[in-house]
């Protein structure tokens, strides 16, 4: 079968076996065997004439072969960038389980609430070490919501692109919600952006992102999860993104909306 990606949402479309129509248009064709620029060097003109300008060719030439990878791994770095700093982030625990990591100079940011966060910031204090938790006195999910909503306006534009918009905030996928927390705070909190309603967002995105009706995208199949994790600043992103087959009608045109 071939297959047709839609990166924006991470879905991966299969179409079925019957004889491709206009669907083809969206077809890759195999890329050509990779050349690499050492190989080029020795084909392009006998040693004792190669020169500067011909390696600037080749190189160029290289580098628009769409079977070279070197653009796809520097994407890679970029999504593990900051490896080296994750030992400034401190683990941000809640009953026991860490759910995140803050950064230590954004945890001077915190201090002043008192009444909504702890500090252990010895790091033989406990099994955790130096860690951040919420105040013993939010019990429940929905206090604690409150409260640590109430310091997200409070620090202003120290966390930019509020969209009150809410993500749980788990140890683990399926896991207890301790609370939920305003997806442009997530990566300041180090906490994993986990969906609750991971279909019902596959359907959304699939008739925004490509026009495909709910009761097509209803059948995707869910064929696993990539993570990555990306540190820049105070920041710790912890992302998981959801991967799904969905096989397609060879008539269907997927177009943007």
């Not at 390696?55 to 900051?82: H, I, K, M």
């Not at 945890?107 to 609430?113: A, D, E, G, R, S």
Request: hydrophobic share 40%; proline share 6%.
């Amino acid at each position: 079968m071939s297959r047709l990606h839609l990166l924006t949402t991470f879905v991966t479309f299969r179409s079925s076996p019957s004889p491709p129509l206009r669907i083809i248009r969206f077809l890759k064709r195999s890329p050509p065997a990779r050349r690499s620029i050492v190989a080029g060097l020795h084909s392009a003109a006998p040693a004792a004439c190669f020169g500067w300008e011909d390696v600037l060719r080749e190189a160029e030439a290289a580098v628009n072969d769409p079977s070279d990878l070197r653009g796809y791994f520097q994407r890679v770095w970029t999504c593990n960038r900051g490896s080296e700093l994750r030992r400034q982030f401190i683990p941000f625990v809640i009953d026991g389980e860490v759910v995140g990591y803050i950064h230590e100079c954004f945890v001077n940011h915190l201090i002043k609430f008192q009444e909504v966060f702890t500090f252990l910031l010895d790091k033989a204090s406990c099994a955790h070490g130096a860690h951040v938790s919420l105040h013993s006195s939010l019990k429940i999910p929905e206090l604690r919501t409150r409260a640590v909503g109430d310091v997200i306006k409070s620090l202003g534009d120290l966390i930019p692109g509020i969209r009150n918009e809410l993500y749980p905030v788990t140890s683990s996928f399926g896991k207890q919600i301790f609370f939920s927390l305003e997806r442009a705070a997530a990566p300041y909190f180090g906490i994993k952006p986990f969906g609750i309603t991971c279909k019902e967002n596959l359907v959304k995105e699939c008739e925004e992102e490509a026009g495909i009706p709910r009761f097509i995208a209803e059948k995707a199949i869910s064929v696993g999860a990539v993570s990555y994790i990306d540190t820049e600043g105070y920041r710790f992103k912890r992302d998981v993104l959801f991967c799904y087959d969905l096989e397609l009608p060879m008539v269907r045109l997927i177009a943007s909306n």
